[in-house]
Structures are given as structure tokens and as C-alpha cells.
């Protein structure tokens, strides 16, 4: 995988919902929120993901699975901690 920095549209599910045809055809990556959290992200590939691609997403992943072990945390844990901190940063502002 390459190591470009790229924008990330941020949109709400509603809306990613209502124009998925059209992101579809897009090739813009997207994260897609649900009540100002990320649930998701699409990331189009118009052409078959190559191989070296593919090893790049499994190891990205299978670090991701060894940090979330070594920190204790399940996702589900993780995930409610994010939550907790994003109703934080809003009551600061």
C-alpha cells in the first residue's frame, strides 16, 4: 500500500445512505459518521486490490488485533472509551 496522505471526506450515514450510488462511482475516500462518530470507512477500489494490498490490509489488521490484546481492551471497550472522550472534548468547547 502506498504512503500518500489523503483527505478523508467525513459524512453522516443519512447522507452516505442517500448518495451511496454516488459514492460509489467516486473514488474519494469517505469516513462515514453516525451522531459524530466514525462507524466506518469506505475506500473505493475500482480495480482489482492487488496482492501486496491485500498482505498490507491483513498485517494492518492483525497489528490493530495484538495493540487492542496488549492494552487489555476489546473493541467494544475501546469503542465506549472513544465515545466517552468525543462527549468530553464537546462539553470543553
Given at each position: ?9 467525513t459524512i453522516g450515514v443519512r447522507e452516505f445512505r442517500e448518495k451511496l450510488t454516488e459514492h460509489l462511482m467516486s473514488s474519494e475516500p469517505i ?63
Amino acid at each position: 500500500m502506498s504512503n500518500t496522505n489523503l483527505e478523508v471526506k467525513t459524512i453522516g450515514v443519512r447522507e452516505f445512505r442517500e448518495k451511496l450510488t454516488e459514492h460509489l462511482m467516486s473514488s474519494e475516500p469517505i469516513a462515514v459518521t453516525k451522531h459524530g462518530l466514525t462507524v466506518g470507512y469506505y475506500i473505493p477500489t475500482h480495480s482489482p486490490i492487488s496482492d501486496s494490498d491485500k498482505q498490507s490490509l491483513t498485517e494492518l489488521s492483525m497489528q490493530l488485533n495484538d495493540l487492542l490484546e496488549a492494552s487489555g481492551l476489546d473493541s467494544e471497550t475501546l469503542i465506549q472509551e472513544v465515545k466517552e472522550l468525543r462527549k468530553q472534548s464537546k462539553q470543553v468547547t
